[in-house]
């Protein structure tokens, strides 16, 4: 069964830098795209950003671009997502996601295209 499993969310103030973790266990880490999602109180889940399995494929939402940079270590089996310049917009519980089904050099916004999720880690950014 896989599981991930975030971490390294927090408070932090405007302007500031926040990294954030996902460890898979239980899968083939490197079969798979993997992506980061977040949901804002009252707000639908939103893609922030996906890479390939290899790390040569990314995308990311245009909120975050320029900002935020997602990075993997398939040796670790972990996800990245390294946040600067945080606004209090970024405000959210931001979920790992992992895509089996699709091309692992797919990187989708989907969140349909899926397979499993994390539980999901808090990034509160003040003003």
């Known amino acids: 069964q896989v599981q991930l499993v975030e971490s390294g969310g927090g408070l932090v103030q405007a302007g500031g830098s926040l990294s954030v973790s996902c460890a898979m266990s239980g899968g083939t880490f490197s079969r798979c795209a993997m992506g980061w999602f977040r949901q804002a109180p009252g707000q639908e889940r939103e893609f922030v950003a996906a890479i390939s399995w290899n790390g040569v494929n990314k995308d990311y939402a245009d909120s975050v671009k320029d900002r935020l940079t997602i990075s993997r270590d398939n040796a670790k089996t972990t996800v990245y997502l390294q946040m600067n310049y945080l606004k209090p917009e970024d405000t959210a519980v931001y979920y790992c996601?992992?895509?089996?089904?699709?091309?692992?050099?797919?990187?989708?916004?989907?969140?349909?295209?899926?397979?499993?999720w994390g539980q999901g880690t808090q990034v509160t950014v003040s003003s």
């Open positions: 996601a992992a895509d089996f089904r699709g091309s692992r050099y797919r990187v989708s916004r989907d969140p349909k295209q899926y397979d499993y």
